[in-house]
T-cell receptor, first 117, second 113 residues
Framework: NAGVTQTPKFQVLKTGQSMTLQCAQD?????MYWYRQDPGMGLRLIYY???????DKGEVPNGYNVSRLNKREFSLRLESAAPSQTSVYFC????????????????FGSGTRLTVV | AQSVTQLDSQVPVFEEAPVELRCNYSSSVSVYLFWYVQYPNQGLQLLLKYLSGSTLVKGINGFEAEFNKSQTSFHLRKPSVHISDTAEYFCAVSQTGANNLFFGTGTRLTVIP
């Protein structure tokens, strides 16, 4: 089925370990996003990539890096995990700006539940 | 900058009763407005959207929302809820021409049999 695929679905890290969350979409979307979801705080944008070759910081970028590997793939890296990064991470994609993009909205992956101990 | 306020963090309602989930936004420019639904352990799904035109927007699963520019609101309604509507609902806003969505903190709707 077409959509956004995130791996892994679950991960436990020790403080200071590093890891990369993978995201791939097969809908030919231009833009991709990483959000984190915390109880009572909704979804907050970490980084986004408006198009292949570009990345920009969102609301909460500290402690993260991203790579837009190609049009399909957008990865999120935690270089030195901290307990404050315990969260559920969602990747999303969309067409670019304009009516076409917003008519379809964002498509979300099913999330990665990360625990840092 | 935009912000979204969902005043009710939890809304319990009996099955077949009507429900309204409130959303207010702040923005000095034109906006696009969205409601997303998240079922347990799943990602978010688009419920409905307002881009332009009619202020009453109909979405999936019998939900509708009304854009009120003067009150900067985009409340979500359903005349008769079902058990299967139990989920978390997020309101989101974007400036026209921008590429980012800003989400509210969510409202957990619990339908009681």
């Amino acid at each position: 089925n077409a959509g956004v695929t995130q791996t892994p679905k679950f991960q436990v890290l020790k403080t200071g370990q590093s890891m990369t969350l993978q995201c791939a979409q097969d809908m030919n979307h231009n833009s991709m996003y990483w959000y984190r979801q915390d109880p009572g705080m909704g979804l907050r944008l970490i980084y986004y990539s408006a198009s292949e070759g570009t990345t920009d910081k969102g609301e909460v970028p500290n402690g993260y890096n991203v790579s837009r590997l190609n049009k399909r793939e957008f990865s999120l890296r935690l270089e030195s995990a901290a307990p404050s990064q315990t969260s559920v991470y969602f990747c999303a994609s969309s067409f670019n700006t304009g009516t076409r993009g917003w008519n379809y909205g964002y498509t979300f992956g099913s999330g990665t539940r990360l625990t840092v101990v | 900058a935009q912000s979204v306020t969902q005043l009710d963090s939890q809304v319990p309602v009996f099955e077949e009763a009507p429900v309204e989930l409130r959303c207010n936004y702040s923005s000095s420019v034109s906006v696009y407005l969205f409601w997303y639904v998240q079922y347990p352990n799943q990602g978010l799904q688009l419920l409905l959207k307002y881009l332009s035109g009619s202020t009453l927007v109909k979405g999936i699963n019998g939900f509708e929302a009304e854009f009120n520019k003067s009150q900067t609101s985009f409340h979500l309604r359903k005349p008769s809820v079902h058990i299967s509507d139990t989920a978390e609902y997020f309101c989101a806003v974007s400036q026209t021409g921008a590429n980012n969505l800003f989400f509210g903190t969510g409202t957990r709707l619990t339908v009681i049999p």
